[in-house]
């Protein structure tokens, strides 16, 4: 199973289900094989599909993932359901956004419903991190920059967003803070296995790699995401909050799999207060 949305959601619920959060997840699936799939996948990890809908006019979204020899992924997107969402999945679920305490969004949607998703999130109150995949080459409209609090680009989305392709700590600096100056209170530039840059208000910041073996990257960046919402939900201040994002990250490349190698609160705990990987040495 796979999906930005899916691999999100499925990490912030398993985070969740150690810290007493509930996570749902909105979008759409095909009435095919595959949809169905997807739901059986899902529940597992806590999720609430109550916002899923099912569309028999297409079919469920599916990404291909391929694996290089550093651990690196490449993946392919049908959109199929994904891509047919509509205003009017956005006012089926305003309660839900409402009631929220963080919208997380990808760019797996059209565009134009990501923006009234965050819109709608804004005048609520919640909070709204865009993890910025797959960015457009034409950068993100002002709209949406307006609309979003948090924005994680990992290297190749901070180049297109920003100009900058951050391979050092001072690069990854001067992305994060032209990320603000386009509108995001909150940037983070992912550096992979070379740490995370975060800038937030005045407050900047850079949290090292954590020490881990990592045998697969797939999903690493939306176990981040989920971790993030899930830390900031829970009231970990900003800093501290990356600081649980990047432990979360670290260890779904521990992991083979997308959503399957989310990590449990209890294992982020350890990684974060120990920097070592519970049962390891």
């Given at each position: 199973m796979g999906g930005k949305g899916a691999n999100q959601a499925a990490a912030a619920a398993r985070l969740g289900q150690g810290c007493g959060l509930r996570v749902y997840m909105a979008g759409r699936t095909g009435t095919d094989q595959f949809g169905a799939l997807a739901r059986t996948l899902l529940t597992p990890f806590g999720v609430d599909l109550s916002a899923l809908r099912e569309d028999a006019a297409y079919p469920t979204g599916v990404a291909l993932i391929t694996v290089d020899a550093k651990a690196e992924n490449i993946i392919t997107v049908a959109g199929g359901a994904n891509m047919a969402l509509d205003v009017s999945d956005v006012e089926a679920h305003r309660a839900l956004i409402h009631s929220a305490s963080a919208l997380l969004l990808q760019l797996e949607i059209p565009l134009d419903i990501t923006i009234a998703a965050a819109e709608e999130a804004r005048r609520a109150g919640t909070l709204v991190i865009l993890d910025p995949?797959?960015?457009?080459?034409?950068?993100?409209?002002?709209?949406?920059?307006?609309?979003l609090d948090v924005v994680t680009p990992n290297e190749t989305e901070t180049r297109l967003l920003t100009g900058i392709y951050p391979e050092t700590e001072?690069?990854?600096?001067?992305?994060?803070?032209?990320?603000?100056?386009?509108?995001?209170?909150?940037?983070?530039?992912?550096?992979?296995?070379?740490?995370?840059?975060y800038r937030s208000g005045t407050q900047e910041g850079f949290v090292p790699p954590y020490t881990v073996k990592a045998i697969d990257t797939v999903a690493a960046g939306d176990c981040f995401n989920g971790g993030l919402a899930t830390a900031l939900t829970l009231g970990k201040p900003f800093a501290e909050a990356?600081?649980?994002?990047?432990?979360?990250?670290?260890?779904?490349?521990?992991?083979?799999?997308?959503?399957?190698?989310?990590?449990?609160?209890?294992?982020?705990?350890?990684?974060?207060?120990?920097?070592r990987v519970a049962g390891q040495g």
């Open positions: 995949a797959p960015a457009p080459a034409q950068g993100l409209p002002e709209a949406l920059w307006r609309a001072k690069e990854a600096a001067q992305a994060a803070l032209k990320l603000q100056e386009r509108g995001a209170a909150h940037a983070l530039v992912k550096m992979g296995a070379r740490g995370v840059y990356v600081r649980y994002a990047a432990a979360s990250g670290a260890l779904a490349t521990t992991r083979l799999g997308a959503a399957e190698s989310a990590p449990d609160w209890h294992d982020v705990v350890s990684l974060v207060e120990t920097g």
